[in-house]
C-alpha cells in the first residue's frame, strides 16, 4: 500500500506535436504565390543579374581588344635582332599564276591578337631572290606587313637592299589589319635563317626551306608525290649546285635544265610551280642568264614575263 497517493492533474491520453524541423518557411512552390517575389523559381532572370552579366560580357571584351593591342606592340617593339627600322612594303601586285590559298590557321596555328610574322636574317651579300619573289605572291594572297631591318653587325647595304620589299605602307602602325607580317633582317650570317615563333619553333636555315615553307603558305605545293619529289629534287639541285657549287657542277645544272625544259616549257611540267622560281634565282644569282643555252634562256624570258621577278633585277646589277 503506497505510502502517498496523488491524483493526476492532467489526462494521460494527451498528444503533443513536437515539431520536425528547426525553422519553418513559406512553401515557394505552392500555388497561388506572389510571382513577382519569386520569378527565379520559375525559369526568369533578375534584371539585376541580366545587367551584371551584360556588364561582365563587356568588360571581357575590352579586355580581349587590349590584349590583342598589346601583343601587336609588342611584336613591333620588340622584332627579334633588328637594331634600325626602315618599313617597307611590296609594290603592286601582279597576276599569279599560283591560284591557291592556303589556310593560316592550319598551317601556323591560331594567334588570338598577335600578328603572325615571318622574320629572315641574311647576309646582304647573298640576297635571298625567291624568297623576295615569294614575297610578292604573298602580297597577293594576304594582307602582308612588310618591313626591312639593318642589323648592327653590318655597317651598310646598297639602297635597293633597304627597298626590296617595296614602298612603305601608309597603315604600318595598325598591325592588327593584317594577316601576315614579312621582316627581312639584313645580318652577318653565315646561313639565312627563318624564325617564324620565336618561342614553340626552332629556326629553319637555308633558302631551299624558308622557300618550301613560303610555298606551303601559298598552297601550291603539289599534290602528287612524284612532282613534289622532282620539285625537291630540281630545288636541292639549285641550291646546292648553282648557288654553291663550282663551274662544272654549274655546266652541269644548266645542261640538266636545258634537257628538261626541251620536252615541257616548265620544270615540272605545264605549269608554274617553286622549283621554276628557286632554279631561276639561282641561275640569275650565278650569272649565268647570258651564256646559258637556248632552252634555259627561253625559260628565263617566261619567266621575266610573269612580272614576279621584278624585285630581283635591281639587286643584281
Given at each position: ?13 494527451i498528444k503533443?506535436?513536437?515539431p ?5 518557411l ?7 504565390m ?20 551584360d556588364?561582365q ?20 617593339v620588340t ?5 634600325l ?13 599560283f591560284?591557291?590559298?592556303a ?8 594567334d ?15 640576297p ?19 618591313s ?11 639602297p ?25 633582317i ?5 646561313k ?24 606551303r ?5 603539289p599534290?602528287d ?14 641550291v ?18 636545258n634537257t ?22 639561282c641561275?640569275l ?15 628565263l ?7 614576279h621577278?621584278?624585285?630581283v633585277?635591281?639587286?643584281l646589277?
Open positions: 500500500m503506497p505510502m502517498y497517493q496523488v491524483k493526476p492533474v492532467s489526462p494521460g491520453d503533443i506535436d513536437l520536425t524541423c528547426m525553422y519553418k513559406t512553401n515557394v512552390h505552392a500555388q497561388g506572389n510571382c513577382s517575389e519569386h520569378a527565379l523559381q520559375n525559369g526568369e532572370v533578375d534584371p539585376a543579374v541580366k545587367a551584371l552579366e556588364r560580357d563587356e568588360v571581357l571584351r575590352r579586355l580581349y581588344e587590349l590584349k590583342a593591342t598589346v601583343d601587336g606592340l609588342t611584336k613591333t622584332t627579334p635582332d633588328a637594331d627600322d626602315a618599313t617597307t612594303l611590296s609594290h603592286a601586285p601582279v597576276e599569279s599564276v591560284r591557291g590559298t589556310d593560316l590557321d592550319s598551317l601556323l596555328g591560331k588570338l591578337g598577335a600578328l603572325r610574322d615571318i622574320v629572315i636574317n641574311a647576309h646582304p651579300a647573298r635571298p631572290l625567291s624568297l623576295l619573289v615569294l614575297h610578292g605572291l604573298l602580297c597577293q594572297r594576304y594582307q602582308v606587313l612588310s626591312v631591318h639593318l642589323h648592327s653587325s653590318v655597317p651598310g647595304v646598297p635597293p637592299l633597304m627597298s626590296c620589299l617595296g614602298p612603305r605602307h601608309t597603315d604600318s602602325y595598325a598591325r592588327q589589319r593584317f594577316q601576315l607580317g614579312f621582316t627581312l639584313w645580318k652577318d650570317v653565315s639565312l635563317q627563318m624564325k617564324f615563333s620565336t618561342q614553340n619553333m626552332c629556326p629553319i636555315e637555308g633558302e631551299a626551306n624558308v622557300a618550301r615553307f613560303l610555298s603558305l601559298l598552297g601550291a605545293d599534290q608525290p612524284v612532282s613534289a619529289t622532282q620539285m625537291d629534287r630540281w630545288i636541292d639541285t639549285a646546292f649546285q648553282l648557288a654553291e657549287g663550282g663551274n662544272k657542277e654549274r655546266a652541269a645544272v644548266l645542261r640538266s635544265l628538261a625544259l626541251g620536252r615541257s616549257p616548265w620544270l615540272l611540267g605545264e605549269g608554274f610551280s617553286l622549283a621554276d622560281v628557286v632554279c631561276a634565282c641561275v644569282q650565278a650569272g649565268e642568264s647570258g651564256s646559258a643555252p637556248a632552252n634555259v634562256q627561253r625559260w624570258k617566261s619567266c621575266q614575263n610573269l612580272g621577278f621584278r624585285c633585277y635591281p639587286l646589277q
